[in-house]
């Protein structure tokens, strides 16, 4: 059983920095690609950014692009976002998703491309 532990979040200010983790724990993580997800309050859950298995290719959404970084650590079974010049629009709940990949440079942004999910850490920007 695959199991996903996201840490890090918590209240920050306009413009401060947030790093988040994802400890994966069950299966050897290098067979997985990695997602984050955010739901904002009264919102749907949206993508943020993804990371293929074999970490050489990274994607992000348009509204945290050249903001937010995806990484991955194999010797911990971490995935990170560390999250820059955040804005108050970034308040969320962030989720991490793990999907298993048989294709190493591919990455996902669909929800439903995932297998796996955190419960989730709470992010809150005050302007």
């Known amino acids: 059983q695959v199991q996903l532990v996201e840490s890090g979040g918590g209240l920050v200010q306009a413009g401060d920095s947030l790093k988040l983790s994802c400890a994966i724990s069950g299966r050897t993580f290098s067979g997985y690609a990695m997602g984050w997800f955010r739901r904002a309050s009264g919102k749907e859950r949206e993508f943020v950014a993804a990371?293929?298995?074999?970490?050489?290719?990274?994607y992000y959404a348009d509204s945290v692009k050249g903001r937010f970084t995806i990484s991955t650590d194999s010797a911990k079974n971490t995935v990170y976002l560390q999250m820059n010049s955040l804005k108050p629009e970034d308040t969320a709940v962030y989720y991490c998703?793990?999907?298993?990949?048989?294709?190493?440079?591919?990455?996902?942004?669909?929800?439903?491309?995932?297998?796996?999910w955190g419960q989730g850490t709470q992010v809150t920007v005050s302007s």
């Open positions: 990371i293929s298995r074999n970490v050489v290719n990274t």
């Open positions: 998703a793990a999907r298993t990949s048989y294709y190493l440079p591919n990455y996902y942004s669909r929800q439903n491309d995932y297998d796996y």
